[in-house]
């Protein structure tokens, strides 16, 4: 019988072999080449690879890529959201921001001619010195002050603060008679403040040493002294309930604020204790 003519046995597979399936080296009985699938030895692999199926591997895996599979889902779902949101807080800025440059586009530019001219640095520097004058009169230091204070020229205001003392607006003797009788205890003012008192408020305003000292020389030493009597008497009236030193020290050290000598302070006080009832104790015990 020739190779041809050989009958088939039934338990072979006459299709050719699958490209999955590997090739022995040697052949088989019936002359053809041996088929060694690479399913041999497990059968539902053989099973699975003869009907074409996915590998058992991606089988099992199959769990895990769809939970996988799912969790890209959602983070592509919440990437979108955040997108949306933030694309939402850009547009919103970026709208309000066109809104208000279309706002301020739409403003005609100002009108230079009405509005005027621009102001002259002398001009501003002569409303703010009459301003500062209306009130109350103020000294040349003060008043120079205000001007460098509103960035005037020096020059500019040199000049202007001459102008106006040459006209008399500017008279720091006049100022100075004015400071001390309302502050100062000859003039009968609300501070009762005493000679030396006066000259450093004076010293601090700007005004000559010369001219404070001219005068502060104005002032009674008599109405210096009722003064401080003054004083003495409206201040024994809080201090009933504390003993005669406590009482001789708080009020000296009143009047040593308000510039009185210690001579003059503890002559007055001893004085009006004794006319109150209260006898003031020697200072050097």
Do not use: C, H, N
């Amino acid at each position: 019988m020739t190779r041809s003519q050989r009958p088939v046995d039934r338990d072979v597979d006459p299709r050719p072999a699958p490209s999955w399936a590997g090739v022995d080296a040697t052949e088989s009985d019936l002359g053809e080449p041996a088929v060694s699938p690479s399913w041999r030895g497990d059968v539902s692999v053989g099973v699975d690879a003869w009907t074409q199926r996915s590998e058992p591997s991606a089988r099992s895996g199959g769990a895990e890529g769809a939970a996988g599979a799912d969790g890209a889902s959602r983070s592509f779902g919440e990437a979108r959201s955040s997108g949306r949101r933030g694309s939402r807080a850009r547009g919103g800025s970026e709208g309000r921001r066109q809104g208000r440059s279309r706002s301020s586009a739409g403003q005609p530019p100002p009108d230079r001619a009405a509005l005027g001219p621009e102001a002259d640095p002398e001009s501003v520097a002569r409303t703010i010195l009459l301003d500062q004058l209306t009130g109350r009169a103020r000294s040349r230091k003060e008043l120079g002050d205000k001007l460098a204070q509103r960035e005037v020229p020096d020059e500019i205001a040199t000049a202007l603060l001459d102008r106006f003392e040459e006209v008399g607006l500017i008279d720091d003797e006049a100022f100075a008679r004015l400071w001390v009788s309302s502050r100062g205890a000859g003039g009968g003012g609300s501070k009762s403040l005493a000679r030396r008192a006066l000259s450093q408020e004076l010293r601090r305003k700007g005004v000559d040493d010369e001219v404070a000292r001219t005068v502060l020389d104005e002032i009674d030493p008599d109405d210096e002294e009722q003064a401080a009597r003054e004083l003495v008497r409206k201040k024994l009236r809080s201090l009933s309930r504390v003993d005669d030193v406590t009482a001789t020290r708080r009020l000296v050290g009143m009047l040593a604020r308000k510039g009185y000598g210690s001579g003059l302070a503890f002559s007055v006080v001893k004085q009006e204790l004794a006319a109150s009832g209260r006898d003031e104790p020697d200072p050097l015990d």
